[in-house]
């Protein structure tokens, strides 16, 4: 299909938006109005039955709900006789890119060909996107995309189970020729220790410096780390390409085998050009000094990705910053017609064929999140108005949270256009949000620069609801090098709790007040723990790809982690 076809086609679904919901929430129901979990709500699934009458019988659900039949799907063989979320046969579990504890939740992948119609406009109607912008160029063409295969694992029942991101590379139809552009040969991709592979993926990029185009990853925060791995490995990386073969470090055979083949032999020229340019020792828009022909670098910089795009922009420097989409595990939710705007103007259209939307009122300002409220529909949503999304897919989840909060600031034709908020708060016990922490961070960051000469690099907070009155835990992880025992940076750390506790959101403000919430408890941890932790979640299933560093932690495992590599605390 034609880049302006595709365009087309998503317009047409815009101008249409009502209509096409309607049909899309008739075509889910039609395909798997019988299954068991619809059977309670949905008795008589042949009836007709509109969205009021959908919405009025069958109750919002959260993962939870869906929790046992997952299981009984990944340990058991399938009871055909009446499936229990889609009628569609099962492909595979994707895993969640969530991060507030230690084990992703499964997605169940099912082989729906009406969500594939749907997600195939979608992406390639992003596609058509950026071709827009950004036409092919015939002699430059290559791309350094920080993408990894990931461990593909097995249930009991022997389904596998990826990363949403993993499943183009590792399903049985994967096709590596149509990734000819990608720098980085497949055993790099499928590797299975992510530092080697991302060193890798650096080196290739370096030996065809001259025909990179773009460089992209999923999420800013895998750029961040590559970033890193170039700042702190440059030298070794110029004595590889020099000799000719990755370090002794990358002891995975075939993926050592196929960087020597892609480094094409010793490259002493190419490696004294690039350690000019390293040993200069500015960062500030290293991307074109590198590479001189790339036009753009891409990743989804929104909700909490958004901390690291001031330190994209100081590396790209007068390249182009691209945004990304707004597509779930679940499902595809909207699309960045403008990806150009930096993310606090980051706009999503919602794409009406999908699936059905609904939107949940939500208040910024009020502990109960969810509890007796009504949702509205695609053509009920205000402007200016904040919502939590509400989704029913055609793979097996019906009018499911799905946890994100945005905010409808205007509509594109009939449909929606929505900036997103936050991760939405997981009940009435939680004093803050994901937003409320990363805006009081921003003045913690100007302490930490002025004072100690460093940045922060992650943060994280835990509500401790075992003590009596329950006490917010912030952990800060910055640099290496700053000046965090001297006895002027104690005293900045202490102006740092009170900055964070003046920035924390009215619930906080008044649960203090009250003395429902104990003073804020500030902990420095070493340099490199949130690495480490993500080296533990990936160990333990979490994508590579789409590891989210978390921002709420929900778990206590995590926090047991960051306490053993604290440096010092303030309270």
Not at 32 to 45: D, K
Not at 153 to 167: C, E, I, L
Not at 433 to 455: G, I
Request: with cysteine.
């Amino acid at each position: 299909m034609a880049d302006e076809e595709l365009l087309k086609n998503v317009n047409d679904s815009t101008i249409n938006a009502t209509r096409h919901q309607h049909d899309t929430l008739s075509s889910i129901l039609h395909q798997n109005g019988a299954v068991r979990y619809l059977h309670p709500h949905l008795p008589l699934p042949d009836s007709p039955l509109d969205a009021a009458a959908f919405r009025g019988a069958v109750p919002l659900s959260t993962y939870d709900d869906y929790a046992d039949y997952i299981t009984r799907m990944a340990e058991t063989s399938l009871d055909h006789q009446q499936p229990l979320l889609s009628v569609d046969p099962l492909l595979c579990f994707f895993y969640s890119s969530g991060t507030s504890s230690p084990r992703p939740k499964l997605i169940p992948y099912f082989d729906s060909k009406l969500s594939k119609a749907a997600s195939f406009i979608a992406h390639q109607g992003s596609y058509a996107i950026l071709r827009r912008l950004f036409p092919r160029r015939d002699s430059v063409n290559k791309m350094m995309w920080f993408i990894y295969g990931d461990n593909v694992t097995t249930t009991r029942g022997g389904v596998k189970v990826m990363a949403a991101s993993t499943y183009p590379l590792q399903s049985r139809g994967a096709n590596w020729s149509q990734l000819r552009f990608i720098v980085s040969p497949k055993e790099v991709i499928l590797g299975s220790n992510v530092e080697h592979q991302t060193y890798c993926h650096l080196l290739c990029g370096l030996r065809n410096r001259d025909l990179l185009d773009a460089i992209r990853a999923p999420y800013a925060v895998g750029l961040i780390r590559a970033f890193r791995v170039l700042e702190s490995k440059w030298e070794q990386l110029c004595r590889d390409l020099e000799e000719g073969f990755p370090s002794l470090e990358i002891s995975d055979g075939e993926m050592r085998n196929s960087v020597v083949e892609v480094l094409g032999g010793p490259q002493p020229e190419l490696a004294e050009r690039v350690r000019v340019v390293f040993e200069g020792q500015n960062w500030g828009g290293i991307v074109s000094k590198l590479w001189p022909n790339v036009r753009y670098v891409r990743c989804v910089t929104t909700g909490s990705m958004e901390q690291y795009y001031p330190k994209l922009k100081y590396y790209a420097g007068e390249i182009p910053l691209l945004g990304g989409d707004y597509f779930a595990s679940e499902c595809c939710v909207g699309i960045n017609l403008d990806i150009m705007e930096p993310p606090d103007k980051t706009r999503f259209v919602l794409l009406p064929t999908a699936a059905y939307f609904e939107f949940l009122p939500f208040d910024m300002n009020e502990a109960e999140v969810s509890t007796g409220r009504e949702t509205v529909d695609i053509a009920g949503v205000e402007v200016g108005k904040m919502y939590e999304v509400v989704v029913t897919t055609y793979r097996g989840f019906y009018r499911y949270l799905l946890g994100d909060v945005v905010r409808v600031v205007g509509f594109y034709n009939l449909s929606p256009l929505v900036e997103f908020v936050m991760r939405a708060p997981k009940g009435p016990g939680e004093i803050i949000t994901e937003r409320d922490l990363m805006a009081a961070m921003r003045s913690v960051q100007l302490v930490f620069e002025d004072v100690m000469a460093t940045q922060i690099t992650e943060f994280a907070s835990f509500l401790d609801m075992e003590l009596t009155p329950k006490q917010l835990k912030v952990f800060i992880e910055a640099r290496e090098g700053s000046r965090l025992m001297q006895e002027e940076s104690v005293v900045a750390l202490r102006r740092c709790c009170s900055s964070l506790e003046d920035g924390l959101g009215g619930i906080y403000k008044v649960q203090r007040d009250r003395g429902e919430a104990g003073p804020l408890m500030l902990s420095v941890v070493k340099p490199g723990s949130f690495d480490r932790l993500s080296q533990v979640a990936i160990a333990n299933g979490a994508s590579a790809s789409q590891y989210k560093p978390p921002k709420i932690i929900r778990n206590r495992e995590i926090v047991h982690f960051l306490e053993g590599s604290t440096l010092v605390t303030i309270s």
